[in-house]
């Protein structure tokens, strides 16, 4: 099978890892102006207010950050939650890599799984168990 894109670029929504540093800043700290934010990242590492202000614009524009406008700066805000953001790159990598069967995909899931930690089959568990209820077992 060919494919049309570039090594660089496999995933559409693939994301960087300053990118990736400021949306977990922005989840844990909603609201948060460019300087604030650069203030958080100075513990971990030392990037500047420019950079931090273009990687935020460029979260924008990936619809992942909203900005409004305070006084004479922006605040940010993450449109999409962190489990949001995971089932969107997840679902991204499954159309990249799916071969058309269910099974694939759940055995693969299952398998990550068991080795994140002892639990996580676990809370997989319950997690399907809590779906069934709520939709009633049934799919629409």
């Known amino acids: 099978?060919?494919?049309n894109r570039h090594a660089h670029n496999v995933l559409p929504n693939s994301l960087g890892e300053l990118e990736l540093t400021?949306?977990?800043?922005?989840?844990?700290?909603p609201d948060s102006?460019?300087?604030?934010?650069?203030?958080?990242?100075?513990?971990?590492?030392?990037?500047?207010?420019?950079?931090?202000?273009?990687?935020?614009?460029?979260?924008?524009?990936?619809?992942l950050l909203e900005r409004k406008k305070f006084s004479h700066a922006y605040r940010y805000r993450a449109i999409q939650s962190r489990s949001?953001?995971?089932?969107?790159?997840?679902?991204?990598?499954i159309k990249l890599l799916h071969d058309g069967k269910a099974a694939t995909i759940?055995?693969?899931?299952?398998?990550?799984?068991?080795?994140?930690?002892d639990n996580a089959l676990d809370e997989l568990e319950q997690l399907i168990q809590h779906k069934r209820k709520e939709t009633g077992g049934?799919?629409?």
């Open 1 to 3: 099978m060919k494919r």
């Open 22 to 29: 400021l949306l977990d800043v922005v989840w844990q700290m």
């Open 106 to 117: 759940l055995s693969s899931f299952v398998n990550v799984a068991d080795r994140l930690d």
């Open 33 to 63: 102006d460019a300087r604030t934010i650069t203030a958080e990242l100075s513990d971990e590492r030392t990037v500047s207010l420019s950079t931090v202000q273009s990687t935020l614009e460029r979260l924008v524009r990936k619809n």
């Open 84 to 93: 949001e953001l995971l089932g969107n790159l997840l679902k991204d990598v």
């Open 138 to 140: 049934n799919r629409e």
